[in-house]
């Protein structure tokens, strides 16, 4: 039980296009889901809490014109990266709350992006 | 500040040769410290949450041990699939997000 995935795994894009990752919890639902990024040989970032039906609070730092959040059903939540650049290339990895500990997140596989 | 430091970095072991993972936070009231397993271009595996110290948790070669200050992952004649970066997280003081430490990748050679 509580499986997260996300889709695509990988994707390359061109400077300037826009991306859009899928995170889904496949076996229970999920009222809140979060973003992370992750650079090599660094800890997890979150990047903002998603809630179902309400706008995304996002961390310090992070522009919420450009990585956009929504959270349209209880089992699914996607990011856009809008008008991505090489410096947005990174491991973006979505988790869910488990729906037993809610203090538990459930992970996804994880999204490679590559800005060309 | 809101901080988890884990060490070592990197660990090599022998199959069979046990040793400890260390995680050290500051973040005042502690509501929860959580071990995972990340294996390369994959997410995160929950391993483990501990509350309280004194707490412990095991899971097969696993045990995760708290204090105070700190937590342990003791991993007892480990194999090579436990080869993975363990990662170390607690909530942040406010308890609205998870501060993750960089991780100790762990190697265990035949």
């Known amino acids: 039980g509580a499986v997260v995935s996300q889709h695509p795994s990988w994707v390359i894009c061109k400077s300037g296009t826009s991306v859009k990752i899928e995170c889904r919890s496949l076996?229970?639902?999920?009222?809140?889901m979060f973003w992370y990024r992750q650079f090599p040989k660094q800890s997890l970032m979150l990047m903002a809490t998603?809630?179902?039906?309400?706008?995304?609070?996002?961390e310090q730092g992070v522009e919420k014109d450009k990585f956009l959040i929504n959270h349209a059903s209880l089992t699914l939540s996607t990011l856009t990266v809008t008008s991505a650049h090489p410096e947005d290339s990174s491991f973006y990895i979505c988790s869910a709350r488990s729906p037993v500990s809610t203090d538990t997140q459930y992970f996804g596989p994880g999204t490679r992006l590559t800005v060309l | 500040e809101d901080q988890v430091t884990q060490s070592p970095e990197a660990l090599r072991l022998q199959e069979g040769e046990s040793s400890s993972l260390n995680c050290s936070y500051t973040v005042s009231g502690l509501r929860g410290l959580f071990w995972y397993r990340q294996d390369p271009g994959k997410g995160p595996e929950f391993l483990f949450t501990?509350?309280?110290a004194g707490e412990e948790k095991e899971k097969e070669r696993l045990k995760a041990t708290l204090t105070k200050k700190e937590s342990f992952l003791h991993i007892t004649a480990p194999k090579p699939e436990d080869s993975a970066t363990y990662l170390c997280a607690v909530f942040n003081q406010a308890g609205t997000a998870l501060i993750f430490g960089k991780g100790t990748t762990l190697s265990v050679s035949s």
């Open positions: 998603s809630n179902e039906g309400s706008k995304a609070t996002y």
């Open positions: 076996d229970f639902q999920a009222t809140t």
């Open positions: 501990l509350y309280s």
